[in-house]
């Protein structure tokens, strides 16, 4: 099994810079790259609740607009622990990971499929 303690602590790192005026629920996630890379996201929130974006799907998209698509796993790390990622950010994760792609939280390393076992998905 990988040791994944070195993204979580990137994780860490990342809700350091987290903009979450409105609940001051700091949220970070580091983005593990199938080639080694990572890519780190936190939650930047908005007045208007509907336009704030999770710290899971900044690293995600911040990797897919380098072009970027191959991920091994993410670590997130939250305020509260387990942050749990939420539905959005679930089926962002199903578009681009498989169902046996590592999510790394504060108790532990979970698939993607326990949390989105019905994910929608293109059929490819």
């Known amino acids: 099994m990988t040791d994944y303690t070195k993204l979580y602590e990137e994780a860490i790192k990342a809700s350091e810079k987290s903009y979450s005026p409105y609940s001051d629920f700091r949220v970070g996630s580091a983005l593990l790259t ?65 169902s046996d792609f590592k999510v790394v939280l504060s108790d532990g390393v979970h698939e993607l499929k326990e949390f989105m076992p019905n994910a929608f998905r293109l059929k490819k």
């Open 34 to 98: 199938s080639d080694g890379k990572i890519f780190t996201g936190c939650n930047i929130e908005n007045a208007s609740y509907s336009l704030t974006v999770c710290a899971e799907r900044t690293a995600i998209l911040k990797a897919v607009s380098e072009g970027i698509s191959d991920f091994e796993a993410i670590a997130i790390y939250g305020t509260e622990n387990p942050c749990i990622p939420c539905g959005a950010c679930l089926q962002v994760m199903s578009e681009f990971c498989e």
